[in-house]
T-cell receptor
Framework: GESVGLHLPTLSVQEGDNSIINCAYS??????FIWYKQESGKGPQFIID?????DKRQGQRVTVLLNKTVKHLSLQIAATQPGDSAVYFC????????????FGSGTRLQVQP | GAVVSQHPSWVICKSGTSVKIECRSL??????MFWYRQFPKQSLMLMAT?????????EQGVEKDKFLINHASLTLSTLTVTSAHPEDSSFYIC?????????????FGDGTRLSIL
């Protein structure tokens, strides 16, 4: 049978649609959260971050929402493009970012042209 | 452009060989760098925290004698996989943070794919 962890959840969207990628974080003491994009064979690339004193932050075509009550983080990508196809990870830490990150399990985004 | 550089990007070697991976911060100093390991289709797992001028801090289950870390300067940390075996084959990624101000995210290198035959 299949082993847990060997298959990333996949979100498949049409080009031009909006994408929403969700993440449940584990540590209620975490106060700094980051979304990374990882393309095949490369290291994670910073997308957007948010501190726990905020519940929403917007960047260029991306928005991060934080719900501390249920320890949930989401990444919204507007007008998704084929170049957005990658694996997306949320990461959490405590403090100003000096400490190591704890990564979520990741979501693969596939954008259909 | 890239702020963290890793070298080499890909290594294939025989079992029993020791392999050194370099992680450099470009145009900034990093007193702390982090080493992660990633298996196919899985997330990044922290291996160790590399501290300039002092011993690295290893995560539980990571053998410090197997994975030697040296952070001899403010821009370079090295990870040496000693006497590598096929089970050590993985994607190794380092990160560093620009420390001039608070609330700066960690930036990652492009990783080193290690394949042990």
């Amino acid at each position: 049978g299949e082993s847990v962890g060997l298959h990333l959840p996949t979100l498949s969207v049409q080009e031009g649609d909006n994408s929403i990628i969700n993440c449940a974080y584990s540590n209620s003491a975490s106060d700094y959260f980051i979304w990374y994009k990882q393309e095949s064979g490369k290291g994670p690339q910073f997308i957007i971050d948010i501190r726990s004193n905020m519940d929403k932050r917007q960047g260029q075509r991306v928005t991060v929402l934080l719900n501390k009550t249920v320890k949930h983080l989401s990444l919204q990508i507007a007008a998704t493009q084929p170049g957005d196809s990658a694996v997306y990870f949320c990461a959490e830490t405590k403090g100003t970012g000096r400490r190591a990150l704890t990564f979520g399990s990741g979501t693969r985004l596939q954008v259909q042209p | 452009g890239a702020v963290v550089s890793q070298h080499p990007s890909w290594v294939i070697c025989k079992s029993g060989t020791s392999v050194k991976i370099e992680c450099r911060s470009l145009d900034f100093q990093a007193t702390t760098m982090f080493w992660y390991r990633q298996f196919p289709k899985q997330s990044l797992m922290l291996m160790a925290t590399s501290n300039e001028g002092s011993k690295a801090t290893y995560e539980q289950g990571v053998e410090k004698d197997k994975f030697l870390i040296n952070h001899a300067s403010l821009t370079l940390s090295t990870l040496t996989v000693t006497s590598a075996h096929p089970e050590d084959s993985s994607f190794y990624i380092c990160s560093a943070r620009i420390e001039r101000t608070n609330n700066q995210p960690q930036h990652f290198g492009d990783g080193t794919r290690l394949s042990i035959l």
